[in-house]
């Protein structure tokens, strides 16, 4: 593993990278994880993921913060890229076919490894505020791993989209009023060790 530590984007206060922290405590700062690129660009080559025992975007794992025994995975990553040969353009346009991921979703690749490291840290629930996509996908790994999630809705999220929560186990708690209401009313929820993984942005979904 390359990753160091984990550094507010603002004040530069660094945090180890077991910590349950999502923002800085000092400053209330984003934090982004911290890497050895100089290591990293000695020891892990293009070479190393013809080798990897992994498939999908965990072929990356040596340069992911995650400890290899607590990944979980969907088998999220590598979906297809398909050339539009029909629209008119100076340069050949791709398309990127992300509804082929587990959740239908490009944000499953954020949701693997922010799950993976709540496994490890060992913590009792996640949870997030969402109005969608990205509460399927963190509620699909969570019970993937085993861990009781919880999501934060507005009351005037699709239906199809509160479903697929429901269909996974995520315990569904509705808020009147906007995102901003739920993010207030998820920060207040006392539950023991939760990993509020999508408050304010969380460093290893990135």
């Known amino acids: 593993m390359f990753a160091l530590d984990h550094k507010c984007v603002n004040c530069g206060e660094r945090y180890p990278l077991k910590t349950e922290s999502v923002v800085c405590t000092r400053c209330e700062g984003l934090l982004e994880v911290e890497y050895d690129y100089v290591a990293m660009r000695e020891g892990f080559t293009k070479a ?9 975007l ?3 794992a040596e340069a992911l913060p995650v400890e ?7 088998g999220e990553g590598f979906t297809p890229l398909v050339t539009c040969e029909r629209l008119e ?3 050949p346009l ?9 959740t239908s979703s490009f944000k499953d690749r954020g949701s693997t490894v922010a799950v993976s490291k709540a496994k490890e840290l060992g913590v009792g629930a996640v949870a997030i505020d969402s109005t969608g996509n990205a509460a399927a996908s963190v509620s699909a790994y969570a019970a993937r791993a085993g861990i009781p999630c919880y999501v934060f809705i507005p009351s005037y999220t699709e239906r199809e989209k509160v479903v697929q929560v429901l269909a996974t186990g995520g315990t569904v708690i509705e808020v009147k009023g906007t995102r901003q209401d739920c993010h207030n009313v998820e920060g207040g929820v006392p539950e023991v060790r939760m990993v509020l993984l999508w408050l304010y942005g ?4 990135h």
């Open 48 to 56: 190393d993921l013809t080798k990897s025992r992994h498939r999908g």
């Open 58 to 60: 965990w072929r990356y």
């Open 68 to 74: 290899e025994k607590s990944i979980v995975t969907l």
């Open 89 to 91: 353009s100076p340069t």
């Open 94 to 102: 791709l398309a990127k076919l992300d509804y082929v991921a587990p």
């Open 202 to 205: 969380q460093p290893l979904r």
